[in-house]
């Protein structure tokens, strides 16, 4: 069954998905989909999380595990047996284990095989980069500034400007 957290992101079973948006849309989607905690759902935070703070207090099938190091996040896939999987990326796991990515990245495809996995991320960095070479979906939805949003109106008027199609603004 197809999971809908938002009209742009729908998450295939048993796929390996990264999601890169705003902390307020992913905590948003959770707290606004209570047809979630059908699922067996595992939570993976690292050494800090910026969703579990902003769920509701309804949201009460959700296990909650923290990874303090990239071993420890690849003992707690080995040892899954949820039906969906929530990871929240965090770049400080890979500082003193810079190789750990690439196999990070091959372990949660594998879990993939079982468990549909959300790799979720506020922003893109390079460990995050190198791990969507693996994943089967990835959706990047940024803000745009409203200074930029402004700017890309006023030029867009301005005669002989060429014109281009906003997309999920």
Do not use: W
């Not at 991320?121 to 995050?128: Q, R, V």
């Not at 693996?134 to 002989?160: H, S, T, W």
């Amino acid at each position: 069954m197809e999971i809908e957290l938002c009209p742009a992101v729908s998450l295939l079973p048993e796929t390996f998905n990264v999601l890169v948006a705003p902390v307020e849309l992913m905590a948003g989607a959770i707290n606004s989909h209570p047809e979630l905690q059908r699922y067996k759902i595992l939570f993976i935070s690292g050494n800090y999380s910026r969703i579990l703070s902003r769920l509701n207090r309804n949201i009460t099938e959700l296990d909650v595990r923290r990874a303090f190091t990239s071993f420890q996040l690849m003992t707690i896939l080995e040892e899954n047996h949820h039906s969906f999987l929530i990871v929240e990326h965090d770049p400080l796991l890979y500082e003193d284990s810079q190789g750990m990515v690439g196999y990070l990245a091959q372990a949660l495809k594998q879990t993939s095989r079982e468990a549909t996995i959300l790799l979720y991320a506020p922003a893109l960095d390079p460990h995050l980069e190198k791990m969507t070479e693996l994943a089967d979906r990835v959706f990047c939805i940024y803000n745009e500034p409203a200074e930029a949003k402004g700017q890309g109106k006023a030029k867009a008027r301005m005669a002989g400007e060429q014109r281009t199609l906003e997309a999920y603004s």
